[in-house]
Nanobody, 120 residues
Framework: QVQLVESGGGLVQAGGSLRLSCAAS????????MGWFRRAPGKEREFVAA??????????YYTDSVKGRFTISRDNAKNTVYLQMNSLKPEDTAVYYC???????????WGQGTQVTVSS
């Protein structure tokens, strides 16, 4: 069982920045693929970013709407994954969720979510 706890959400003006953190339990965090998703009001949950399992080089993936603005990273020593969000836009307003894929196939574990609100 893996527990995920997000933090770092809040209210920010358009053009501002926030950094989300997701602390994970588990002894083998470095072997998990980690991701960030979001759900905006009245919309379906959508993929935001992912980072492959750690150890050596890692690969990152982003949805088109955040490329160049958001950066996902991980610190395996701290069992934590981050989402640095710059140049925020009102359309980035959503609840952001951290997820873990421990078997390389599906997102089995989810955090409780953290609210990000971007004012215009």
């Amino acid at each position: 069982q893996v527990q995920l706890v997000e933090s770092g959400g809040g209210l920010v003006q358009a053009g501002g920045s926030l950094r989300l953190s997701c602390a994970a339990s588990g002894r083998t965090f470095s072997s998990y693929t980690m991701g960030w998703f979001r759900r905006a009001p009245g919309k379906e949950r959508e993929f935001v970013a992912a980072i492959s399992r750690g150890g050596g080089s890692t690969s990152t993936y982003y949805t088109d709407s955040v490329k160049g603005r958001f950066t996902i990273s991980r610190d395996n020593a701290k069992n934590t994954v981050y989402l640095q969000m710059n140049s925020l836009k009102p359309e980035d307003t959503a609840v952001y969720y951290c997820a873990a894929d421990t078997y390389g196939s599906i997102w089995e574990y989810w955090g409780q979510g953290t609210q990000v609100t971007v004012s215009s």
